[in-house]
């Protein structure tokens, strides 16, 4: 499949190391945040998301931190796989009404050595 | 249970043609976005279709335009292509309401190549 994000920031970590992926927002009326992971030829697919009522949210493997303050956003990733090479994005959308129209940051490509 | 699908996968045309790009949702979902993903880049909202309405649009011109259908599923249309349309599109579809509880799905997307 064709490569996502030539010219993107890179991670690069151990398998079985954890990983944390960072993501700074701009718009401060943002009030849901999600993150997305994109394997090549692939579309985004759903990672985890977070309400801006709450600064911590798990899932299996993944943690979202938020700090509104500051406006950033990280994904903490446990004992990263090879599997989890991809681009992640992080994404905000505005308003409280639930209606997605999300803003995408750049992206960070994570890469996974045995 | 099919995910949202997309067609068709890659497509090439000429400067100044026309283009429709196909999508048809997760099942259960009745709300349509259209992303463009340049290469290297994160995913731009263009528009988003609900009750076969264009709701919610992105900083994209006339040029173009969507369509959903009473079976939920939506075609993206751009007419006088130009070089700098080739990109990956995208088809997110959800479940009207709340984001909270129905995040976006997308498909694995058209690229688009124009010369």
């Known amino acids: 499949g064709e490569s996502v994000g030539l010219h993107l920031p890179t991670l690069s970590v151990q398998e079985g190391d954890n990983s944390i992926i960072n993501c700074a927002y701009s718009?401060?009326?943002?009030?849901?945040f999600i993150w997305y992971k994109q394997e090549s030829g692939k579309g985004p697919q759903f990672i985890i998301d977070?309400?801006?009522?709450?600064d911590k949210r798990q899932g299996q493997r993944v943690t979202v931190l938020l700090n509104k303050t500051v406006k950033h956003l990280s994904l903490q990733i446990a004992a990263t796989q090879p599997g989890d090479s991809a681009v992640y994005f992080c994404a905000e959308s505005p308003g409280g009404t639930g209606r997605r129209a999300l803003t995408f940051g750049s992206g960070t490509r994570l890469q996974v050595q045995p | 249970d099919a995910g949202v699908t997309q067609s068709p996968t890659h497509l090439i045309k000429t400067r100044g043609q026309q283009v429709t790009l196909r999508c048809s949702p997760k099942?259960?979902?009745?709300?349509v976005s259209w992303y463009q993903q340049a290469l290297g880049q994160g995913p731009q909202f263009i528009f988003q279709?609900?009750?076969?309405?264009?709701?919610q649009r992105g900083n994209f011109p006339d040029r173009f335009s969507g369509h959903q259908f009473p079976n939920y599923s939506s075609e993206l249309n751009v007419n006088a292509l130009l070089l700098g349309d080739s990109a990956l599109y995208l088809c997110?579809?959800?479940?009207?309401?709340?984001?909270?509880?129905?995040?976006?799905?997308f498909g694995n997307g058209t690229r688009l190549t124009v010369t």
């Open positions: 977070i309400r801006s009522n709450m």
């Open positions: 099942s259960g979902h009745d709300t």
């Open positions: 997110a579809s959800s479940l009207d309401g709340s984001s909270y509880n129905s995040p976006l799905h």
């Open positions: 718009n401060s009326a943002s009030d849901y």
């Open positions: 279709y609900y009750e076969e309405e264009e709701r």
